[in-house]
């Protein structure tokens, strides 16, 4: 089974752009959470998508937003990109995270760097 | 809200020796717990869960952990560490049946030769 894959595995911007990213989870997996990862502030959870509606979000300003398509595929998108977005993004899928014992499995993640 | 921490932001062990990366959580209600371990420019890796039953929770490569409830830790453990064991490993919790998961801040994890 092919794992989560995650599009483009790089990317560089520069302030005040914006940016899509993409995420195909492992198939069957109907649920997909996106993080931001940097060294100074850890995995913080940006939202998660279940059958193409958000069903939870963290504490981001509205510039981050994504979508969930009907065979699972997931964008996220940030719109007037700061320096701080720099991070990678990681995209993961489960089966169905409402059944609290389901791991999640990872993409190998999005480099964005913000110039 | 429920949280996750992990008190030591690096552990060093000799290759061969048992090795423990700590890990202890907040929860209301029953905790769902995780570990993950993420190696250099790579995406997490799941290791194991707790979800309920035993306390002692065998996972992949030989990880093991035990989760203590009156002690709220659920501890990371292997007999014998190999060098290539060496990574980041972080510990995390769902917040909630339908939650996110939050993760601790993890712990760089140096196996040396």
């Known amino acids: 089974k092919a794992g989560v894959t995650q599009t483009p595995r790089y990317l560089i911007k520069t302030r005040g752009q914006q940016v899509t990213l993409s995420c195909s989870p492992i198939s069957g997996h109907r649920s997909v959470s996106w993080y931001q990862q940097t060294p100074g502030q850890g995995l913080q959870f940006l939202f998660e998508y279940f059958s193409e509606t958000q069903r939870n979000k963290g504490n981001f300003p509205g510039r981050f937003s994504g979508r969930q398509f009907s065979n699972s595929r997931s964008e996220m998108n940030v719109s007037t990109l700061e320096l701080g977005d720099s991070a990678l993004y990681l995209c993961?899928?489960?089966?169905?995270?409402?059944?609290?014992?389901?791991?999640?499995?990872f993409g190998p993640g999005t480099r964005l760097t913000v110039l | 809200a429920q949280s996750v921490a992990q008190p030591e932001d690096q552990v060093n062990v000799a290759e061969g020796n048992p090795l423990t990366v700590k890990c202890t959580y907040s929860?209301?209600?029953?905790?769902?717990l995780f570990w993950y371990v993420q190696y250099p420019n790579r995406g997490l890796q799941f290791l194991l869960k707790?979800?309920?039953?035993?306390?002692l929770v065998k996972g992949s490569y030989g990880f093991e952990a035990e989760f203590n409830k009156s002690q709220t830790s659920f501890h990371l453990k292997k007999p014998s560490a190999l060098v290539s064991d060496s990574a980041l490993y972080f510990c995390?919790?769902?917040?909630?049946?339908?939650?996110?998961?939050?993760f601790g801040q993890g712990t760089t994890l140096q196996v040396k030769p």
């Open positions: 929860v209301s209600g029953n905790p769902y």
């Open positions: 707790y979800i309920t039953g035993d306390n």
């Open positions: 993961a899928s489960s089966l169905d995270q409402g059944a609290g014992g389901n791991e999640q499995f």
């Open positions: 995390a919790v769902r917040d909630g049946v339908r939650g996110k998961l939050i």
